[in-house]
């Protein structure tokens, strides 16, 4: 017979957000992202550009990317400052 424990050493919590932010030729300002937390003895996070939104405003696959990976570290570079506020979202 083997145990395993029922508690996770490995815990990721998924956040959605915002951010404003302008890029070149396009309208839109506010765009949407996911935060997953990693906690494991520290904490750590990831962030994920919305795929659906940048992909309705941008036709180039590459500018996509490109963009996406921008704001994705403008966000880590925000939350490694401690400057993104934690607020639940209002429903």
């Not at 550009?49 to 992909?55: G, K, S």
């Not at 309705?56 to 400052?81: C, I, R, W």
């Amino acid at each position: 017979m083997i145990k395993i424990s029922d508690k996770p050493s490995k815990k990721v919590e998924h956040f959605t957000g915002t951010i404003t932010m302008a890029f070149p030729s396009i309208e839109n300002k506010i765009w949407n992202f996911t935060v997953l937390r990693t906690t494991n003895g520290s904490t750590t996070f990831a962030v994920q550009a919305d795929h659906e939104q940048f992909n309705q405003h941008f036709d180039d696959p590459g500018e996509t990317d490109y963009f996406k990976s921008m704001l994705e570290e403008t966000v880590k570079a925000n939350l490694a400052k401690e400057q993104a506020d934690w607020k639940p979202t209002d429903k």
